[in-house]
């Protein structure tokens, strides 16, 4: 047995670490539900990620010694330019629809990803990824409805961001064989903050105390669950983590029932679940064929 299979053989404690990251990650949806759309979305993304370079600022500190090729930067630059572009749909979506509406349509970010791999690098598309993708296209109809409710702007925001997302993670996979974890992180909070920052200028409001330490605080919660949910990987196969996380559509819309009066919609319900089935039918076969995915857990695209 090698030392990785080794380190991965604690389920118990990689569930553990896992279920904080979808508590993590549903603190940060709540904060950023309850400040709600009296900012411009792009304000409120550029003030929490102002905050995150606080928590990269080491890490940012150790670029002066990384020699990249030119190339290498262009790629650096189109991953944080779409990720920005999916952070601040998934803000201007968070502030305005339902959470639960929110998180069932972010779990179709793993199905772009695998639609993206198969399409642009090459890394196969068995009937079996193909039936999986068209189940998850149905759950996302069943959840939006079009036709028999109103499709609210926050409904195509969010659909842009796990599109977005789902992108910049493929780009973020191919960065991974030339740059450490450390390093990949802390350039797209620079470059997400960079490229905010002149949309936020744009539409700026004045921002009391209380609105910037609460955003402040989804800085600490999304750190919080990106660590956390890293810890979980190392204790334990994906496959084993990835269920828990799927506990934040639970989690989600127990929030918005509890602390936003929002219904319990079962359509939203049933679509994440076909969504949900779908990304963990991917990432069992994956794991069976011994194949390297592409297919994220779901935190992994989270702001």
Wanted: glycine share 10%; proline share 5%.
């Amino acid at each position: 047995m090698n030392a990785h299979a080794i380190s991965q053989d604690r389920p118990v404690l990689g569930v553990m670490w896992m279920l904080a990251t979808t508590l993590s990650f549903t603190g940060v949806n709540v904060i950023v539900h309850h400040l709600g759309a009296d900012l411009p979305a792009a304000q409120t993304s550029f003030v929490r990620f102002l905050w995150g370079i606080l928590f990269v600022a080491p890490a940012i500190w150790q670029l002066r010694k990384m020699r990249f090729s030119a190339r290498i930067w262009g790629l650096f630059g189109l991953r944080g330019a779409m990720q920005a572009l999916a952070v601040l749909l998934w803000f201007y979506a968070m502030a305005r629809i339902p959470i639960a509406d929110v998180t069932a349509i972010g779990y179709l970010n793993p199905i772009v990803v695998t639609l993206g791999g198969a399409l642009l690098l090459g890394e196969g598309f068995a009937w079996r990824r193909g039936a999986a993708i068209a189940v998850a296209l149905i759950g996302a109809l069943i959840i939006l409805r079009p036709g028999l409710r109103e499709v609210a702007p926050g409904h195509i925001a969010q659909l842009g961001a796990a599109i977005f997302f789902g992108l910049a993670y493929l780009v973020a996979k191919h960065l991974s064989a030339h740059a450490p974890a450390s390093i990949i992180v802390a350039l797209m909070t620079l470059s997400i903050t960079l490229c905010l920052a002149p949309f936020a200028i744009v539409v700026w409001q004045p921002i009391n105390l209380n609105e910037t330490l609460w955003l402040g605080l989804t800085a600490v919660f999304a750190t919080a669950g990106h660590y956390c949910m890293t810890r979980a990987f190392a204790c334990a196969p994906v496959t084993v983590t990835q269920p828990v996380a799927f506990l934040q559509l639970v989690f989600g819309s127990t929030a918005g029932l509890l602390l936003f009066g929002e219904h319990i919609d079962p359509y939203v319900l049933l679509g994440g679940g076909m969504i949900i089935g779908a990304v963990s039918y991917v990432t069992w076969r994956e794991a069976k064929t011994k194949r390297r995915g592409v297919t994220p857990a779901i935190p992994q695209t989270k702001v």
